[in-house]
T-cell receptor
Framework: EPEVTQTPSHQVTQMGQEVILRCVPI?????FYWYRQILGQKVEFLVS????????KSEIFDDQFSVERPDGSNFTLKIRSTKLEDSAMYFC?????????FGPGTRLTVT | GDSVTQMEGPVTLSEEAFLTINCTYT??????LFWYVQYPGEGLQLLLK?????DKGSNKGFEATYRKETTSFHLEKGSVQVSDSAVYFC????????????FGKGTRLHILP
């Protein structure tokens, strides 16, 4: 069964560094999403992406964040200058129909 | 704004016990409601869904009924197994143009053999 994959599973970085989280959505899907979950808190929507542009973004998704679909398979989330409060689990999701399919997540730890 | 509230965990039960995880929501209009499950080391999987009032979603012995009058979508299972140990997330998606999913905080379920 096709699935969404994410790499790396765990990323440790220092405050102020740039990180890129990678996702490979299911191949025929057209809509892509990033969510995050700070430890002990709820899963929060960050951004949705369709037709090579952002459809919607939350107030969390400020100028430090960007997304890109650099080729036909990858979907990336970049954080330009990480802060301690960016430490979280980041989930990628994709869909073509109604249901969103989620990846296993990348745990980002900012020290 | 739209939100989901679910019972705090962790919930610890013995195998074959009855499970209820409470979930209530606040939303404008008539959202679709979901339960997602996350097994250790894995991603979020859709467990069941309901798209309109009085619909019952069911899967793997789990059930939840969309109750508009009480704005609730409680998850139930008659006899839990050790393999049901996971984190369960209640969630909604509104019928607006945007289709983001709004999640509850999650409830960790631990089943003892």
């Amino acid at each position: 069964e096709p699935e969404v994959t994410q790499t790396p599973s765990h990323q440790v970085t220092q405050m102020g560094q740039e990180v890129i989280l990678r996702c490979v959505p299911i191949s025929n899907h057209l809509y892509f999403y990033w969510y995050r979950q700070i430890l002990g808190q709820k899963v929060e929507f960050l951004v949705s992406f369709y037709n090579n542009e952002i459809s919607e973004k939350s107030e969390i998704f400020d100028d430090q964040f960007s997304v890109e679909r650099p080729d036909g398979s990858n979907f990336t989330l970049k954080i330009r200058s990480t802060k301690l409060e960016d430490s979280a689990m980041y989930f990628c999701a994709s869909r073509t129909g109604v249901e969103q399919y989620f990846g296993p997540g990348t745990r980002l730890t900012v020290t | 704004g739209d939100s989901v509230t679910q019972m705090e965990g962790p919930v610890t039960l013995s195998e074959e016990a009855f499970l209820t995880i409470n979930c209530t929501y606040t939303a404008t209009g008539y959202p679709s409601l979901f339960w997602y499950v996350q097994y250790p080391g894995e991603g979020l999987q859709l467990l069941l869904k309901a798209t309109k009032a009085d619909d019952k979603g069911s899967n793997k012995g789990f059930e939840a009924t969309y109750r508009k009058e009480t704005t609730s979508f409680h998850l139930e299972k008659g006899s839990v197994q050790v393999s049901d140990s996971a984190v369960y997330f209640c969630a909604l998606r509104t019928r607006n143009r945007d289709d983001k999913i709004i999640f509850g905080k999650g409830t960790r379920l631990h089943i003892l053999p």
